[in-house]
């Protein structure tokens, strides 16, 4: 499997109108946020929902807001795969 590099080293993208939510090709259940029609952080529904982001609205001042969300999400996924490799439930990261 192939890795991505780690948020931290990525400079946040700079703020600017979402032009897009496109769910994500290669993982069911997560979008792709657009950012003035470029691709820009990976999210699940519940987050987008949670920082009410729609198309047409701004992420200007939020970029770090978005970015832990991204972080979270990978940890979780990353959790999820580990914990399926073992033999165990994704419901037992709920707990």
């Known amino acids: 499997m192939k890795r991505r590099a780690?948020?931290?080293?990525?400079?946040l993208p700079p703020g600017g109108t979402i032009t897009g939510i496109v769910a994500s090709p290669r993982?069911?259940?997560r979008f792709t946020v657009m950012v003035d029609g470029k691709s820009?952080?990976?999210?699940?529904?519940?987050?987008?929902?949670?920082?009410?982001?729609?198309?047409?609205?701004?992420t200007l001042g939020r970029?770090?807001?978005v970015a832990?969300?991204?972080?979270?999400?990978?940890?979780y996924d990353r959790a999820?795969?580990?914990?399926?490799?073992r033999g165990r439930a994704a419901r037992d990261l709920e707990r």
């Open 27 to 29: 993982a069911p259940g």
């Open 6 to 11: 780690d948020n931290a080293d990525r400079p």
């Open 68 to 75: 832990a969300e991204e972080d979270a999400l990978r940890v």
């Open 40 to 58: 820009g952080r990976t999210l699940g529904l519940e987050a987008i929902e949670r920082l009410r982001l729609v198309v047409g609205g701004s």
């Open 80 to 85: 999820v795969a580990m914990l399926a490799a």
């Open 63 to 65: 970029e770090q807001e």
